[in-house]
């Protein structure tokens, strides 16, 4: 694929439309949603032959505060309650009415999916995630991005909203500040260019362009990317040659607890339901219960990059209830057994270390890493998971005005019809991985997605 660029408006487009989205992932399906609602002519293209993005690869889940999810769970939260948990988790790096505009929208778009469109959200209400002083996440009944994309999927086909796949965007037109249209690449080596009165990027981050993550964030360009190879970057690259202003570029989230060699997502909650991580010692190495994002880079520090999640059989019951749990189990990540002589048999670990390990858990008081403990300590059977670290998505990109998503300037104001969602817009998770709160990333996704399809 040729570099993306901008370039002026050609003298006539084979086709135009009122809003032009380009990326088909759960952040682009919501602004077609929302545009349709609001009586645009939309397009939404996709450069893969079915739509999955990094939405796909995810747990599905969605942060929202004030539902009515909640308040049937008899759970007392706010939106401003929310936006503090975020700025408090980013160490109040971000910008702050982007926080409040992304809390106060995230409740309202759920019910709208719930309500208006059939989508079969649930609270997840058996598990905290780190950083969120609610329960607060919501999500489909598999738990599963997979599920979360075809839903949308499907209620964009219902609606006749035109979708087009294997279509890649490879160059922007502009005037100015003012957005004509997009050039696409079809696979048969031909082009189309659709003109547009909107343009919104919904194209995701730059995790999948190893040259942008080493030069951004090369603390992580050694992990294993877990995002969507589709991910490359073309939302800052035509931002650059726009004059767009760019924020935190080196914010990502990051993932410590893949199984290896499996590469299937293990649930945070056999972790912050009591488990543990150790390395290949059998040691345990850090505070788990800061977050997976910073796991990531905590679990890449142990010899050979590799660590071992330690759980119970009442922890794998409460994963169970994702479909990526479900999955590590039958293709045998999930080792098992009675004692942790033999679980240490199995793993290779040393039985010592591993007793020690958990033997220093503390049954109600802090332990040496600063980890507070509370929960039920770990008892027969055991489990184990062999994980590494991850790079998810990047969480900088574009800025973009909080109240209509539209792309700021360096020179000042904003681009007269250029919008950005989800990972191609700056999000919420402050300079780097640490500041990322569970979530962030669709939280993002809908809620700009939402705010720009709306115009």
């Known amino acids: 694929m040729a570099a993306p660029d901008v370039c002026p408006p050609p003298e006539a487009f084979e086709l135009t439309v009122e809003t032009l989205i380009i990326g088909a992932g759960a952040c682009g399906m919501v602004a077609a949603l929302a545009a349709h609602e609001a009586g645009q002519d939309v397009l939404l ?29 008899q759970i007392d939260d706010t939106p401003a309650l929310f936006a503090r948990d975020i700025q408090a988790k980013a160490h109040d790096e ?8 992304m809390a106060r929208t995230a409740g309202p778009v759920i019910e709208w999916l719930a309500d208006t469109h059939g989508l079969p959200f649930s609270l997840v209400t058996d598990f905290d995630y780190p950083g969120h002083s609610r329960r607060r996440m919501h999500g489909l009944p598999t738990r599963s991005g997979r599920e979360l994309i075809d839903a949308l999927r499907a ?16 160059r922007l037109f502009a005037a100015g500040s003012h957005l004509s249209g997009a050039q696409l690449a079809v696979p048969d080596g031909s082009i189309e260019t659709i003109g547009c009165d909107r343009l919104i990027l919904a194209c995701n981050g730059f995790g999948g362009n190893r040259a942008m993550v080493s030069k951004h964030m090369s603390e992580i360009d050694n992990a294993v990317w877990f995002g969507h190879d589709g991910n490359r970057g073309e939302a800052i690259t035509w931002g650059e040659a726009l004059g767009a202003k760019t924020r935190h570029l080196g914010a990502y ?13 293990i649930t945070w909650a056999t972790v912050t339901e009591g488990g543990i991580q150790v390395n290949t010692d059998g040691a345990r190495f850090w505070n788990e219960a800061q977050g997976y994002s910073e796991a990531a880079r905590a679990v890449l520090s142990q010899p050979g990059g590799i660590a071992w999640v330690i759980f119970d059989a009442r922890i794998a019951g409460i994963a169970r209830q994702f479909e990526d749990f479900k999955n590590a189990e039958s293709q045998g990540a999930v080792i098992r057994d009675e004692t942790l002589v033999g679980l240490a048999e199995k793993t290779g670990l040393p039985t010592g270390a591993l007793r020690r390990s958990i033997a220093d858990i503390p049954a109600n008081g802090t332990d040496a890493f600063g980890r507070t403990w509370h929960l039920p300590a770990l008892a027969p059977p055991f489990c184990a998971v062999k994980v590494t670290g991850a790079l998810f ?12 998503a539209k792309v700021r300037m360096t020179s000042g104001g904003a681009f007269e019809n250029l919008y950005a969602a989800g990972g191609a817009a700056c999000g919420v998770s402050g300079s780097g991985d640490s500041g990322y709160l569970s979530g ?16």
């Open 155 to 170: 209620r964009v086909e219902a609606l006749d909203i035109p979708l087009i796949c294997n279509r890649r965007a490879t």
């Open 393 to 404: 998505h990047t969480q900088g990109g574009l800025e973009v005005d909080p109240a209509t």
């Open 94 to 101: 971000n910008d702050a009415d982007l926080v409040d505009a």
């Open 440 to 455: 962030n990333g669709l939280l993002a996704a809908v809620t700009l997605g939402f705010i720009a399809g709306h115009g």
């Open 253 to 265: 989230q990051g993932h410590g607890n893949v199984a290896h060699p499996h590469g299937i997502l």
């Open 45 to 73: 293209i996709e450069a893969d032959a079915v739509p999955t993005g990094s939405t796909a690869l995810s747990a599905g889940l969605i942060p929202a505060a004030g539902t009515k999810f909640q308040a049937s769970a």
